[in-house]
């Protein structure tokens, strides 16, 4: 199967960092994605993996070890509007079907 | 500007009726999805398109219909062979032409069944 895990429910403070996990078996996926949704609205894309490694964007970074099945998101210096979900997803080979995990809420507090 | 929209925003109907919910993209994407989310849950596929006139059920596709007759629109008919159709509906395209491309949303369609 193509299972991804991710914590559901995390809690940070405001200009805090904060690392979401995601896990996955490794067979079939081609890279790694992360979306950000906030409630009621749909999701936005956040960053793309094929590679191993840390990719930095802003105050985004996103790793991936693709060998262990593990990426994580990186947020840093903390703002009350990254309070969302943070949804880890997995494209088949080819990119037609993508699997999508069951998402991180994340809470920011002041 | 280009963009996939999606309407109503929220639809209300009887159980036993059918009711189909609009996806518009003027993205000029062959790829596009239909997924539903459930509360706290993530996104589940239903049908996926790869190409005019051509789609595939996805994980979840028994009493959903589809039809792509144009590149543009993937309208999604919900039947009332669907046990439990009160969810918030989620349309997606994709430019099909790299797997690092990612999908776009439209706003979503929220149904209630009464």
């Known amino acids: 199967g193509q299972n991804i895990d991710q914590p559901t429910e995390m809690t940070a403070t405001e200009g805090a960092i904060v690392q979401i996990n995601c896990t996955y078996q490794t067979s079939g996926f081609n890279g790694l994605f992360w979306y950000q949704q906030h409630a009621g609205e749909a999701p936005t894309f956040l960053s793309y993996?094929?590679?191993?490694g840390l990719e930095e964007k802003g105050r985004f970074s996103s790793f991936l070890s693709r060998s262990k099945g593990y990426s994580y998101l990186l947020l840093k210096e903390l703002q009350m509007k990254d309070s969302a979900s943070y949804l880890c997803a997995g494209p088949y080979t080819g990119g037609f079907k993508t699997i999508f995990g069951a998402g991180t809420r994340l809470f920011v507090k002041a | 500007d280009g963009g996939i929209t999606q309407s109503p925003k929220y639809l209300f109907r009887k159980e036993g009726q059918n009711v189909t919910l609009s996806c518009e993209q003027n993205l000029n994407h062959d790829a596009m999805y239909w997924y539903r989310q459930d509360p706290g849950q993530g996104l589940r596929l239903i049908y996926y398109?790869?190409?005019?006139?051509?789609?595939q059920k996805g994980d979840i596709a028994e009493g959903y219909s589809v039809s792509r007759e144009k590149k543009e629109s993937f309208p999604l008919t919900v039947t009332s062979a669907q046990k439990n159709p009160t969810a918030f509906y989620l349309c997606a395209s994709r430019n099909r032409d790299r797997v690092q491309n990612e999908q776009f949303f439209g706003p979503g369609t929220r149904l209630t069944v009464l």
């Open positions: 993996n094929v590679l191993d």
């Open positions: 398109s790869q190409i005019v006139n051509d789609f």
